[in-house]
């Protein structure tokens, strides 16, 4: 299965959709779904974490 999440919000982020969506993406990737990310990219400098084995599209 392949499924692909798009939000305005991630990680490094902290609310609830972007905690929401780390706990979605790390339990699809344990199903072995591959998952591919669109969010918004990371201000520059900015320390932020990657959900292993994601292929993020950054816009």
Do not use: F, K, Y
């Not at 780390?22 to 591959?34: M, P, Q, T």
């Not at 900015?46 to 816009?59: E, L, V």
């Amino acid at each position: 299965m392949r499924i692909c999440l798009v939000s305005e919000t991630w990680a490094p982020d902290i609310n609830g959709v972007a905690h929401t969506l780390d706990h979605l993406s790390r339990e699809l990737l344990g199903r072995s779904v591959a998952l591919q990310l669109i969010r918004p990219r990371p201000a520059e400098g900015t320390p932020g974490r990657r959900t292993p084995a994601c292929r993020p599209s950054c816009r």
